[in-house]
């Protein structure tokens, strides 16, 4: 079945640092791949997504290009701030399966200080 | 502005009392879900609906009902049934139509505490 696999934190960066948070995934047919980010306290933001081979998506400085070759679709930004702490999860939706639930990883947390 | 509400943001229920999470969208979305956030284990799907009057068991249906008598909303009774309630609970939609990317987008959350 469809899965996803995300890289366990916390991460703890200093601001200004890079960043990435590995998620990689198995599946059958045609998934779509997203980030989705969750502030505390909060429900949850889509960041981007990517809806086929070597798409990149992109939005606030984040980037993920959807990898099919090495099933990835890592979250990178080249320089993170205090305000991007909060909680990332990584999701996957079947193309032919709509309507049906995103397929989640168990998230990351990012810590960053000044 | 369109999007999906939930009510109330923080709700406390005694033991044995059912209780209802409203959820609410205006984004004319056919799909909805229900999910249950607990620290460390992610989302996990109680409910989902791909269209009016019709609504399927996700993975953890166990002690939770649902209804979807209109498209724009989709509440969750929380029953006694239900041994550990204490959760975040998140609704969601998507478009739900075959064929396209079906991104889904979030409500704000319900906290639910057994007291």
């Known amino acids: 079945g469809n899965s996803v696999t995300q890289m366990e934190g916390p991460v703890t960066l200093s601001e200004e640092a890079f960043l990435t948070i590995n998620c990689t995934y198995t599946a059958t047919g045609y998934p779509s791949l997203f980030w989705y980010v969750q502030y505390p306290g909060e429900g949850l933001q889509l960041l981007l997504k990517?809806?086929?081979?070597?798409d990149k998506g992109s939005n606030k400085g984040f980037e993920a290009t959807y990898r099919k070759e090495t099933t990835s679709f890592h979250l990178e930004k080249g320089s993170v701030q205090v305000s991007d702490s909060a909680v990332y999860f990584c999701?996957?939706?079947?193309?032919?399966?709509?309507?049906?639930?995103?397929?989640f990883g168990k998230g990351t947390t990012l810590s960053v200080s000044s | 502005d369109g999007g999906i509400t939930q009510s109330p943001k923080y709700l406390f229920r005694k033991e044995g009392q059912n209780v209802t999470l409203s959820c609410e969208q205006n984004l004319n979305h056919d799909a909805m879900y229900w999910y249950r956030q607990d620290p460390g284990q992610g989302l996990r799907l109680i409910y989902y609906?791909?269209?009016?009057?019709?609504?399927q068991k996700g993975d953890i249906a166990e002690g939770y009902s649902v209804s979807r008598e209109k498209k724009e909303s989709f509440p969750l009774t929380v029953t006694s049934a239900q041994k550990n309630p204490t959760a975040f609970y998140l609704c969601?939609?998507?478009?739900?139509?075959?064929?396209?990317?079906?991104?889904?987008?979030f409500g704000p959350g319900t906290r639910l505490t057994v007291l």
């Open positions: 990517a809806t086929k081979a070597d």
């Open positions: 609906s791909q269209i009016v009057n019709d609504f």
């Open positions: 999701a996957l939706s079947d193309l032919n399966q709509a309507g049906t639930a995103l397929i």
């Open positions: 969601a939609s998507s478009i739900g139509a075959a064929g396209v990317t079906d991104t889904q987008y």
